[in-house]
Each structure stands twice: as structure tokens, then as C-alpha cells.
């Protein structure tokens, strides 16, 4: 079974330019996750999808960033404008969420540089 | 809010060394707890699931235990394998997300 795809692997682009980074889970899978993983602060939630609404993007940092889930198979995260800091790791994780424990299942993620 | 703890934050061993990785956590009010292992430039991989209610999970040569009251989770490697080497991060789950916390990880070298 394929396992949860994001694209692009690697975006390097200019400050102020807008970022569009896509999941498409596991097939079945009804939760979604975008993470982001710095040196400094290690791997933060930013944004969960639970049947594709948004339950909590209280991670989310500013108002520059955006997600959006249109259907059960993708998912978008968008920075406008984009700032160096933003420069990332970017990862997308799916899972079934149900009365059980099931596993979170990431992607291999986006490394973004914002120049 | 949960906090997450790993000790070592890095560990060098010779081939063939049984170890142990730690993690804890301030809240015991967590869904399950979760070890991964990440590669350079790699994602996640999860290596073991245990839910609240367990007190520990194996797979091959992993085994990983689960003391929820005291805030306490280890992975134990017996036997460890260059090819171990490696990113170990573990995460709870809590909250009604049951969002992952992450620790910031152990950076293991095995040293053939």
C-alpha cells in the first residue's frame, strides 16, 4: 500500500513569494496532521483534519499560514508571503481515528528554504 | 501542557550492545505513546505503538515499556546493528486531538 505522499520533496524560493505544500494520505485514513520540524524547536503540530474539517490549527504560527483539505485525499499547506524563518522541515502524517489507538503514519516531508 | 523528555540526546555504542533509550512526560493523561525512528533527510517511521493500558510492546529485537503513572517510557535495542543508527524520537498522545508530542529525540550511533 502507498504510504502518505507529499510534494514537492525539496522548495527553495524567495522571500515574499507564496508556498503551496500537498499531502495525500493513506487511503481510509480520516485524520490529517502538518507538522514542522526546526533544530530549534523540533517537531511542532501545526494543523489537524479530522473527515476533512479543521479540529485545532492552534498551531498554526501566523495568519500568513493556511490549510486546506477539499477532499478525504489531499491536503494543502500554504505560506503568503513567505519568510525565511518558515525555512523547514514540513511533514504530513494520516491516521484512523477511532475509539482505538492507531498510528500516525508521515510522509517524508517538504524541506523548505526560503531565500 | 505536555512536555516531552529524551535522555541521551545522543549515544555512541559499539555493535552487538544491548540499549536503552528514555523518555518522560509531564501529563499521564495520554491516548497511547508512540516510538519513532528518522533518518537523514527521511521521515518518521513508527516502530512501536503501546496505548495507555499497556505496560509494554515488542517487535524483533525492540522492546519498549510504558509506566504511565510515573511518566516513564523506555525502547530497549538488544543486540544493536550499524543500520540502528539513527534518530529515536518518542511521542505521546493527549488532548482531544490526540495530537502527538514530540521529545527531541535520542541520536544514536552504532559503531561497527
Known amino acids: 500500500d502507498a504510504g502518505v505522499i507529499q510534494s514537492p520533496r525539496h522548495e527553495v524560493t524567495e522571500m515574499g513569494q507564496e508556498v503551496t505544500l500537498r499531502c495525500k494520505p493513506i487511503s481510509g485514513h480520516n485524520s490529517l496532521f502538518w507538522y514542522r520540524q526546526t533544530m530549534m524547536r523540533g517537531l511542532e503540530l501545526l494543523i489537524y483534519f479530522n473527515n476533512n474539517v479543521p479540529i485545532d490549527d492552534s498551531g498554526m504560527p501566523e495568519d500568513r499560514f493556511s490549510a486546506k483539505m477539499p477532499n478525504a485525499s489531499f491536503s494543502t499547506l500554504k505560506i503568503q508571503p513567505s519568510e525565511p524563518r518558515d525555512s523547514a522541515v514540513y511533514f504530513c502524517a494520516s491516521s484512523l481515528f477511532d475509539r482505538g489507538n492507531q498510528p500516525q503514519h508521515f510522509g517524508d516531508g517538504t524541506r523548505l528554504s526560503i531565500l | 501542557k505536555q512536555e516531552v523528555t529524551q535522555i541521551p540526546a545522543a549515544l555512541s555504542v559499539p555493535e552487538g550492545e544491548n540499549l536503552v533509550l528514555n523518555c518522560s512526560f509531564t501529563?499521564?493523561?495520554?491516548?497511547?505513546l508512540q516510538w519513532f525512528r528518522q533518518d537523514p533527510g527521511k521521515g518518521l517511521t513508527s516502530l512501536l505503538l503501546?496505548?495507555?493500558?499497556?505496560r509494554e510492546q515488542t517487535s524483533g529485537r525492540l522492546n519498549a515499556s510504558l509506566d504511565k503513572s510515573s511518566g516513564r517510557s523506555t525502547l530497549y535495542i538488544a543486540a544493536s546493528q550499524p543500520g540502528d543508527s539513527a534518530t529515536y524520537l518518542c511521542a505521546v498522545s493527549s488532548g482531544s486531538a490526540r495530537q502527538l508530542t514530540f521529545g527531541s529525540g535520542t541520536q544514536l550511533t552504532v559503531l561497527p
Open positions: 503501546i496505548q495507555s493500558s499497556q
Open positions: 501529563d499521564s493523561a495520554i491516548y497511547n
